[in-house]
């Protein structure tokens, strides 16, 4: 087992590095920030001299280098946007992107196993067939779209809930949190659903369509001829062997609720990394953009990681040494 | 999970509608972008000026209708001496927001810090040779020549404290290599109308009255509280005014104007802004390479600019693209600017004329060329794009449209590696000396820098040079119209339109656009 996961962390760090290789091969693509940088009364001699500081006329490999050296001594240098430490504004715009992530994920599991249950036991209710109909909404409708959406009915029609920020935060010793004002909860409400709901509905099909297949299967129908009750058939023994594709699906979405709450961010100018991203895109802000995308690496890395141990915690049949040749 | 359904679902039920308006004196105030430092030398960008309008001041500000209005200066004019001096008095009993005492030695100490290397402004200030301060309330600017516009340059200049700089360990403008944020980017202290109170960059920037301010009686102040939030998608922008949780907007899509002018306690003020829309050409190269010509530059034939300009429908791509939100324009200079004429900002379109030049100049059949547009910087950047396509087909050039985010744009314009292209540019010193430095002067030393058509004429360089010290204010504004004439008989540029600026705001603030786009809060009465 300690030979398992040390091995995938070998790998996980070969991921990373290729990552940020490919990240500060693109860079330069994006386009250039010096006459972001600079006032358009800038001189020909400002922007050569500024283009050296910031070390833009080396080829990117040694630009990367250069990074990485920093990185691993902790330091993600000067953001070229706000002139500020790039850990400290990651760590700064952190929670709000998590805090939002982790709401969204509880809804979308929450919802989406409950329906995902109920569309399979009741399958041919009519109740059941109109969730089913209504989550193709939430599949193919796109993210900035349900967003403003949502803002125009409960925000501008009946001026029910904020249409942008965060809120009141409270300051819990640099995390920020809006869990503790009504005015943060009232501004979770609408980006949450906004992220969630497409994870919210993928879910449920995943779960229901699991569901229908485990209780066609004879240890099902062994445990109603026994004369077990439905709850109990439903919930220990059915919705249980149903658990392992859900786990990795979850995992995964777990990282690009994260990753992709840009558009959401955007739309609800929710003030997280993403938001940042895409400043930082518009800017060119090297530093931040390296900086993200690396974050974002360790995440999927990591959380790949705790999935495929949870798969050796929830199957048996992946413990011993079959675990090995996963 | 049942707690936290049942969490939401309590606060779902707890909210109340929202007041539709600001009932307190608090100002609520979204735009797209934030300041990007409080630090007022260290970017010269107009986001950033405008909320070190709020908390600092210059020795003097342009009020709404672009006249100068003493701020930190009661008044100035050149030495009676010396032609190259400037005297600044100073206006008494100014205090910063910390309680210290404003004298001619803060003045002195910001100048001198806005001149050094890691300075956003020390461009405009490249004419100072020295700033003394003979007393505590007079300050004198020798520059290295006479200079006639030098106030102009100093309206977004803005003066600190020296000693709370020294004592913080602000002295030097931030600066890259050092890797951490100077004490000025983040703190503030001025002597402007508004205290900085709390400030989270991209979030929320909250100012309040500052109530020893000098102007007290001045001007109207009604505003107690600014909270400003920067917001960036266009939409949830005008969503937050019209749900009401904000009062005031900048950057107003043009296809939401009548949705904000219908609702009931919103307004929409409109008025030009500052800056000229115009597409550049590379004249200067004996071939240009995106082109379908070989061995031969058609742009560099007067005649071919000539009929590219007379083929512009302005009027077409003010009422189709801009839903008749700009001002079609003859000249790259906005109505506000020193040595802008009524006749040359007229506008005509004669596409057989056009196409007979054209036929004239050998290019009967038409040629293909690229265009390189930025479809982010400007109002409706690339639909103007668009439609200049279409108006070009009509004289047969075929133009291949290549827009592009303004981070891509922008290097082809810098490094020369555009041949057609357009731009846009706001005149700070409301002069046109100004326009003719970057646009129209050769490509050499600090002039020049924008100037990417390759256009070179050493005669209209040394025009453009003396004005910057003819102090004979009559001769020089005939050099302006001199030089204007050649601008326009060359076809050196294809002029677009001025852009018209839209703020929307609840019909209780009382507030005129400002043609920078710097709402300076002070001036605004609540009725």
Redesign the interface.
Known sequence: MLAYILRRIFQSAIVLLVVGLVAFSLFR????????M???????A??E??RE??GLNEPFVVQYAKFLGQAVQG?F??S??????VAE?LM?RAPATLELAA?SG??A??FGIGLGVFTAIRRDGFAANAIMTLSLIGVSLPTFLIG?LL??LF??E?????????GEVVDLGGWTTGFLT?SG??AL?LPSITLGLYQMTLIMRLVRSEMLEVLRTDYIRFARARGLRDRAVHFRHALKNTMVPVITVTGLQLGSIIAFAIITE????W?GVG??F??A????DIPVMAAYLMLISVMFVGINLIVDLLYVMVDPRLRGDSARGH | MTRTTGLLTATLLATTAMAPFAQAETLRWARAGDSLTLDPHAQNEGPTHTIAHQIYEPLLIRDMTGAFEPALATDWAPSPDDPNVWVFNLREGVTFHDGAAFDASDVVFSIERAQTEDSDMKELLTSIVEVRAPDPLTVEFVTDGPNPILPSNLTNLFIIDEDWARANDAVEVQDYEGGEETFAARNANGTGPYVLNSREPDVRTVMTRFEEYWGMDQFPLDVTEIVYTPIQNAATRVAALLSGEVDIIQDMPVQDLGRVAGTDGLDVRTAPQNRTIFFGMNMGAADIETDSVEGANPFADARVRQAMNMAINRDAIKQVVMRGQSQPAGMIAPPFVNGWTAELDATSTDVAAAKALMEEAGYGDGFSVQLDCPNDRYINDEGICQAVVGMMAQIGVTVNLEAMPKAQFFPLISNRTTNFYMLGWGVPTYDSEYIFNFLVHSAEGDRGSWNATGYSNPELDAMIQSLASETDLDARNDTIAAIWEVVQAETIYLPIHHQVLNWGVASNVAIEVDPEDQPKIKYIALN
Do not use: H
């Not at chain 1, 693509?29 to 972001?36: A, E, R």
């Not at chain 1, 600079?38 to 020909?44: A, D, H, N, W």
């Open positions: 693509f994006v386009g250039d920030p010096i006459d972001n600079l006032g358009q009364e800038r001189t020909q400002d922007v001299r500024l500081t910031l330091n240098g000067m070229y946007r706000q002139g500020r430490p504004i700064e709401v509880v809804l599991l929450s403003i803002i125009y925000s501008v009946l001026g029910w809930l904020p249409s942008f920020g965060r009504p909860l009232q409400i955007t739309v609800f100018q003030p938001l940042l895409i400043n895109i518009q800017f060119v």
